[in-house]
């Protein structure tokens, strides 16, 4: 007889790892997805349901309040639950058993009263997307406040601005933030504009067409979901997926800019560059043969989990192809890459935060790139200044092959410059093409383009800070009905 688990060994996911978790998933966002936060969110649907049908003369008063006491998951065995769902094969039915059986036989027959096990558990999903939505947003807000900060401190210090990972034109660090910022603003305004298409319940009976409840189906959908503080859909959603789809991608897309953001300051702590540096704090170790190694592996942690998520939107599009009126084909795809994707973005928001927040930044390696080419790097300064005297095709290939005299020799570009004939012969001002290969005076709008993206981003979190103390105020997402109440008390803590 084979040896019995043994429970310490249970977690077998990356998410819920005792050894590794932390160093990827939030805490905060496991709890959302937990297993006792999916029953509670499921019981909670069921105590609005009956709340909402006691509201509307279906069900006895009583029966609602009573199921409404009994919807609590800490007074059921989960691993009782599970195993039943495991004996039946059926995800809904064993707890519904349970809820009515706590109910009591007069009460209990009012348990899931014309619903559809789909009704139940794609509610339950959107009260838990409404608080895991909540979480990505508070998160998102945080990590744009610490690059608006950067940006704003870092706004004039030049530095080398790279393409194809070569030396380009001058820029500045804070315009390097400012794009960025920009960039987690439209992930922030995504969120908000996918909220009332995704963060909606369900209530369609077996086919959608709410037969069960009859005449008063509509109504009794718009009363469920004010209790819920969920949006009311104009129709079942059964088969039609793109609400959830398009969080998931909103997420992996916001989990994407962690990753470029970790793996820019990864790229930029390389020793010969050395021009950012992440978090450093004795006791981190970078390798465990070369002591003097300082790897940049919060960084590589954050990477490696933007790249777990890139499959997820494609997973949730795949679960969309959904036959018929239902179809339970694709749930477990849904119930995979939901949860996973959350999980992981908040640990991604959470630790690039971090990392941002006390980014080490060493002007001194900044000044002495910057410099590397010498006068070289602004050779489309010298191409627009002399652009004006031989016209752009002709002073590009003047400039061109200036440019390419002075790689090869290592001389100054104003010298090969100066050396052309045809440059002499049009009478451009060679003191003046001088003055202009400078890095430092070089800089184009970066300050500008840096205030106006700050400018906005503080706006926007000004606007989104007092939305959610509104939103505190009137107890969101915990039901704003009048029959509220009929939820359990602190039910979707």
């Known amino acids: 007889m084979p040896d019995q688990p043994d429970p310490a060994a249970a977690p077998a996911h990356l998410m819920d790892s005792r050894i590794l978790g932390g160093l990827f998933a939030s805490d905060a966002m496991r709890a959302v997805f937990s297993d006792r ?3 509670q969110s499921w019981l909670d649907a069921e105590a609005a349901l009956a709340g909402a ?6 069900v006895p008063r009583a029966a609602a309040e009573r199921i409404a006491e009994c919807a609590v998951a800490e007074r059921f065995d989960l691993e009782v639950i599970g195993a039943e769902i495991e004996r039946t094969a059926h995800p809904l039915v064993p707890l519904v ?3 009515a059986e706590a109910a009591g036989p007069e009460w209990g027959a009012y348990v899931h009263y014309g619903a559809t096990t789909q009704d139940i558990t794609d509610t339950g ?7 895991a939505v909540d979480l990505v947003e508070e998160r998102l807000r945080e990590l744009m406040r610490v690059l608006a900060g950067l940006a704003e401190r870092h706004r004039d210090l030049p530095m080398v601005g790279r393409t194809h990972a070569q030396h380009a034109l001058p820029i500045t660090l804070g315009f390097k933030f400012a794009v960025l910022l920009a960039e987690c603003e439209r992930h922030a305004a995504r969120l908000t504009d996918a909220r009332p298409r995704a963060l909606v319940g369900q209530l369609g009976g077996a086919v959608g067409s709410m037969a069960a409840f009859g005449a008063a189906g509509p109504r009794l959908h718009e009363r469920m979901m004010e209790r819920l503080g969920l949006g009311s859909a104009p129709i079942a959603w059964h088969t039609a997926r793109d609400g959830l789809t398009e969080l ?3 997420a992996a897309m916001t989990a994407a800019t962690c990753g470029k953001i970790a793996n820019e300051v990864r790229v930029l702590q390389r020793t010969e560059v050395a021009e950012l540096e992440e978090p450093f704090a004795t006791g981190k170790v970078g390798s465990s043969t070369m002591p003097h190694k300082r790897n940049p592996m919060y960084c590589e942690y954050i990477i490696s989990s933007a790249i777990l998520c890139r499959q997820a939107p494609a997973q949730m599009l795949a679960a969309m192809h959904q036959e018929h009126e239902r179809d339970m084909s694709l749930w477990g795809v849904e119930w995979a890459a939901v ?13 690039t935060a971090w990392i941002l927040d006390g980014l080490v930044v060493h002007p001194d390696a900044l000044h002495t790139n910057l410099h590397r080419l010498g006068d070289l790097m602004l050779s489309e300064a010298a191409m627009m200044h002399l652009a004006r005297t031989l016209g752009k095709t002709a002073a590009h290939d003047v400039v061109y092959e200036a440019s390419m005299h002075a790689w090869e020799t290592g001389r100054p570009l104003r010298e090969s410059l100066a050396e052309n004939t045809e440059i002499a012969d049009a009478g451009v001002d060679l003191g003046q093409l001088g003055d202009l290969l400078v890095p430092e005076t070089y ?9 106006r993206v700050v400018e906005q981003a503080h706006a926007f979190l000004a606007d989104a800070d007092a939305d959610a103390d509104v939103d505190a105020s009137a107890g969101a997402g915990g039901g704003t009905g009048e029959g509220a109440d009929a939820v359990p008390a602190g039910g979707r803590s």
């Open 97 to 99: 058993r349970r809820l």
């Open 339 to 351: 949860p996973e994707t959350f999980c992981l973005t908040a640990g991604l928001l959470e630790r």
């Open 53 to 58: 049908q006691a509201d509307l003369g279906v």
């Open 37 to 39: 936060a999916m029953v």
């Open 125 to 131: 999903l959107a009260l838990q997307l409404h608080r």
């Open 443 to 451: 800089l184009g709008s970066c300050g500008e383009l840096v205030d």
């Open 248 to 250: 998931v991608c909103v």
